[in-house]
């Protein structure tokens, strides 16, 4: 089993509508989680971190955490093309130092 | 700030050759990372440098050495390269260890080896 898991897609969504992207992972003991976008061609960048049960809003971006599923979600409302990439989710324990662990990604299209 | 800077951008090699990828960060981090990426792999770690002058081995350090030179720089070098390193290499830094651990990433050098 990978540590964090998502489903590689493609993902494809209509224009304006709510993109929901899923990661799972296995260290129970995992403490902070992230989500990076990265387009084609480009490098990861930050969009959300969360660490605490619940959702956390951040403009058109929800991050979920469930703890006790061990699942991290990522909602995208309003979705546009420009959200077209892929989204790439990592998890943090403070006892493996510094490290984060990577999914392999899920590739989102958004649909004019 | 120009952020994480790597060189060079694009590489080919062939198989046997030897190469060193660089990578600096003017935020002032104290940790550094080295990752490839491969098509449906995600982001897997080969070397990491939580402070100037510690190294340690990530998921894949087989055929890779990394040098933190100050707390700048950090590079890696592929001692006699082979097909299997073709990839895409990534940079990241990070402020300090502890809860939060964002990290920024680098624009990449893509290594090709014949």
């Known amino acids: 089993q990978k540590e964090v898991e998502q489903n590689s897609g493609p993902l494809s969504v209509p224009e304006g509508a709510i993109a929901s992207l899923n990661c799972t992972y296995s260290?129970?003991?995992?403490?902070?989680f992230f989500w990076y976008r990265q387009y084609s061609g480009k490098s990861p960048e930050l969009i959300m971190f969360?660490?605490?049960?619940g959702d956390k809003e951040d403009g058109r971006f929800t991050a979920q955490l469930n703890k006790a599923s061990q699942y991290v979600s990522l909602l995208i409302r309003d979705s546009q093309p420009s959200d077209s990439a892929t989204y790439l989710c990592?998890?943090?324990?403070?006892?493996?130092?510094?490290?984060?662990?990577f999914g392999a990604g899920t590739i989102l299209r958004v649909k004019s | 700030n120009a952020g994480v800077t790597q060189t060079p951008k694009f590489q080919v090699l062939k198989t046997g050759q030897s190469m060193t990828l660089q990578c600096a960060q003017d935020?002032?981090?104290?940790?550094m990372y080295w990752y490839r990426q491969d098509p449906g792999m995600g982001l897997r770690l080969i070397y990491y440098?939580?402070?100037?002058?510690?190294?340690d081995k990530g998921e894949v350090p087989n055929g890779y050495n990394v040098s933190r030179l100050n707390k700048r720089e950090f590079s890696l070098r592929l001692e006699s390269a082979a097909p299997s390193q073709t990839s895409v290499y990534f940079c990241?830094?990070?402020?300090?260890?502890?809860?939060?651990?964002?990290?920024?990433f680098g624009p990449g050098t893509r290594l090709t080896v014949l």
């Open positions: 990241a830094s990070s402020p300090t260890s502890g809860r939060i651990n964002e990290q920024f």
């Open positions: 990592a998890v943090h324990r403070v006892e493996y130092g510094n490290k984060l662990v």
């Open positions: 935020m002032n981090h104290n940790s």
């Open positions: 440098s939580a402070s100037e002058g510690t190294t």
């Open positions: 969360i660490y605490s049960n």
């Open positions: 260290d129970r003991g995992s403490q902070s």
